[in-house]
């Protein structure tokens, strides 16, 4: 057994946000299941919203941030989110993050902003189009100098490990985690009474997704196992601009092509967003999303057009320098001709509830970044407050432990039993692995994407608990794997999503259901919160 004070679970922005601030405080170790720079961070690309304009204020922040939730948005969270962000992301320029500048008239430099779909303001900072890869390299370098830090690189979170399950009669907690060391084979047990999870979405839950291939759900279900509460997980945000190509099938094309004038048209050449909404190509996500599914459905075709060729060579290189060479290298050049995209699964807007400091209902565990559901996004994210959020709740839940939890000082001494692996065989069928992985993937896109119907959704449900059962029963008979735990954690989450949607008897942001056309504030007013009984 390994003992650190803190335990965090993902090395993203959140998680390590989080590290950083609580290292003079005690032990950490940082867990990831790939190499450190493997995160959904280091995908993101378009930026990170936050005041620091004249001609912005908090106010219309946290104005475009409700409109777009959809009546979900947590006011409080939002308001805290928005107004400290300031101070978080002058932290990261302190760091070493370059964002990207723009001269002034009269030789003074200020931050290049840029603007995306839902605000009413250049609000969006950008180092190029790699803005998540530019923060997760300052991070790391800060991280790695850091003597109290340790990275466990190929380690999995199998399960988190609490008083409950191991039938103590006292209040539950959370107690450490097991984790499998990928590179032995071996599961480890580390002991913590504060674990941290920061495991990012569960984008690779569809079969289309904008993710890397580490978002699997694994915070959420591991949390869910738990007894922790999940909510709002029917909420999840298609990304409109997906690359279409059989060579590249999860690049995202930046909102920010759209903010800078991109326009979306049929593949007859007509611009149709303006036939959707007044804000065209700027509409929120979850409406231009539907958009284009509707355009396809209506024509026939498997995508659409995103064309920026009326604006100058030179400005499309250098404000997208990695969309223009990766599209160059698959035979498109930006600047001369438009963009194939589809939809494509991006973001979890739910995730396990937490109060505005991370905090779950599990004691002695906390969720940040996008596992977390604060009340932030409600019913559809606004483009680039992820980041933000990812920040500022790294250090407010670094806050809250630290005076909460203080180190040494974490709770009862419970003896905890290491993990055992009994007479499981080695995996000698992948195959079944692999095959239940795509047709998960393929039910949710068919039966829970961005259009939804209750007949839908109950297939899904069904064939989903089969799964389920079949997928425990291998989990009990064979050695893990990582593919195995992806696996398990993938169904569980789809599980999930497939429930909270059927619970939502009404169309709301990123939920739409044909059966239930409107929203109805009504009765569906409140989020949609799930108890593992």
């Known amino acids: 057994m390994r003992q650190f004070d803190f335990a965090v679970i993902g090395s ?42 004249s001609e912005d204020s908090f106010a219309l922040h946290v104005k475009d941030t409700i409109e777009a939730g959809a009546g979900l948005c947590d006011e409080e969270a939002v308001r805290a989110i928005v ?39 250049r609000r969006v900072l950008h180092a190029r189009d790699i803005t998540g890869r530019e923060i997760e390299r300052a991070l790391l370098a800060d991280i790695e100098r850091n003597p109290n830090i340790t990275m466990l690189e190929n380690h999995m979170a199998v399960d988190l490990i609490t008083a409950g399950k191991l039938g103590y009669a006292t209040e539950d907690h959370c107690l450490g ?17 504060r674990v941290i999870l920061a495991t990012g979405g569960c984008g690779k839950v569809y079969l289309y997704t904008t993710n890397p291939g580490v978002a699997t759900g694994d915070g959420v279900a591991m949390a869910w196992r738990a007894g922790a509460n999940i909510a709002n997980m029917e909420f999840v945000q298609f990304h409109p601009t997906c690359l279409y190509h059989p060579e590249e099938r999860s690049f ?12 979306l048209l049929d593949t007859r050449g007509r611009q149709f967003m303006v036939d959707y909404h007044p804000l065209a190509e700027l509409a929120p996500r979850d409406i231009v999303a539907r958009a284009i599914d509707a355009e396809m459905k209506r024509t026939g075709s498997q995508y659409v057009l995103l064309d920026i060729t009326h604006k100058p060579a030179d400005f499309v290189r250098e404000r997208f320098p990695n969309i ?54 409600g019913a559809n994210r606004l483009a680039s407050n992820s ?60 039966y829970v994407g961005i259009v939804r119907t209750d007949k839908r959704l109950q297939r899904a449900s069904t064939r989903l608990r089969n ?50 056309p409107n929203r109805d504030d009504r009765n569906f007013h409140r989020n949609t919160v799930m108890h593992r009984l």
């Not at 107004?83 to 001269?103: M, N, S």
């Not at 973001?347 to 109060?355: A, D, E, I, L, P």
């Not at 989450?493 to 739409?512: P, W």
Request: hydrophobic share 40%; proline share 2%.
């Open 12 to 53: 993203g922005l959140a998680g390590l946000s989080f590290a950083r601030t609580v290292a003079s405080h005690g032990t950490v170790a940082v867990i990831t299941k790939r190499g450190r720079a493997d995160s959904n961070t280091a995908w993101a690309q378009g930026g990170i919203a936050c005041v620091t304009s």
């Open 252 to 263: 995202l094309i930046s909102e920010a092509v759209r903010g800078e004038g991109g326009r």
């Open 324 to 377: 223009y060479k990766t599209c160059l290298d698959l035979g498109i050049d930006i600047t001369k001709e438009p963009i194939p995209v589809v939809p494509a699964a991006h973001y979890q807007c739910g995730g396990v509830q937490t109060n505005i400091d991370g905090r779950t209902s599990l004691r002695g565990l906390y969720a940040i970044g996008e596992v977390g559901c604060t009340g932030l996004h």
């Open 177 to 193: 985690v097991y984790v499998l060391d990928e590179a032995t084979g071996d599961v480890e047990t580390i002991r913590s009474d």
């Open 467 to 516: 799964l389920q059962r079949e997928i425990q029963e291998f989990y009990w008979h064979y050695k893990i794997t990582t593919d195995l735990l992806e696996l398990r954690n993938l169904a569980t989450v789809a599980a999930l999503i497939v429930d909270c949607a059927l619970a939502r008897k009404e169309s709301r942001g990123l939920h739409y259901t044909l059966d239930y």
């Open 387 to 446: 980041l933000l959020e990812a920040a500022v709740l790294g250090h407010r839940a670094a806050l809250d432990v630290i005076r909460r939890i203080p180190a040494g000082k974490g709770g009862i001494d419970i003896a905890i039993p290491e993990w055992r692996i009994g007479n499981a065989l080695d995996v000698d069928e992948l195959v079944v692995i692999y095959h239940n992985w795509d047709e998960i993937r393929r039910l949710m896109w068919d």
């Open 83 to 121: 107004t400290e962000g300031p101070a978080r992301i002058q932290e990261l320029i302190d760091l070493g993050v370059h964002f990207d500048e723009r001269e002034l008239d009269d030789g003074e430099r200020e931050l290049d902003l840029g603007r995306e779909g839902g605000h009413s303001k």
